[in-house]
């Protein structure tokens, strides 16, 4: 079974959108894998490097409000994929995105910002991680010798479609 978790990537702004998560000029790529090095790479944000060693090491997303909003591509949940990332959790995601998330097999976790606020002040330890029960629906965040557990919903066919890796696996299981 997937582990869902790891390393975090923290993106202190709501509103981030597909364009941001995959500029649309590699739209052209013929596989995901061609969609890797591009990641990120038109967000800007104040000390954020895209290339930058957090960013390669991540594997959660702790974002804001709105994530993935803008064009409806699934090629932004495809370069989430593609670099390990397992899951996003954010007060809220544009509806196609984050139906794209599961359907790729992706955790969509959705918080509201008062809980968002305590992962936000894992953001300064080198060894923030984050790790995700999809069964038991919890989050454990650690990091400066602290840990936190959360509790998150999740619709159950959701929820199937995470645990079975996505839309084409749950299909193939079930049809």
Known sequence: MKTFGGPVLFLDRSDINTDEIIPAKYLTE????????????????PGFDPKGEKTKAAR??????????G?????????????????VIAESF???FRQNMFNCGMAAIELPKEQLDLLFS?????????SIDIEAQTLT???????????????????????????????????
């Open 30 to 45: 013929i596989t995901k894998q061609d969609l890797k090095p591009y990641i990120l790479e038109d967000l800007k944000l």
């Open 60 to 69: 959660v997303i702790v974002s804001r409000a709105n994530f993935g909003c």
């Open 71 to 87: 064009s409806s591509r699934e090629h932004a949940p495809w370069v989430f994929e593609v670099n390990g990332i397992t899951a």
């Open 94 to 96: 544009a509806r196609i």
């Open 122 to 130: 894992h953001a300064g330890n080198a060894d923030a991680a984050i």
């Open 141 to 175: 965040a650690s990091g400066g010798g602290k840990q936190k557990v959360f509790t998150f919903d999740i619709s159950p066919f959701d929820k199937a479609l995470v645990l079975a890796g996505g839309w084409v696996d749950y299909a193939d299981s079930k049809y």
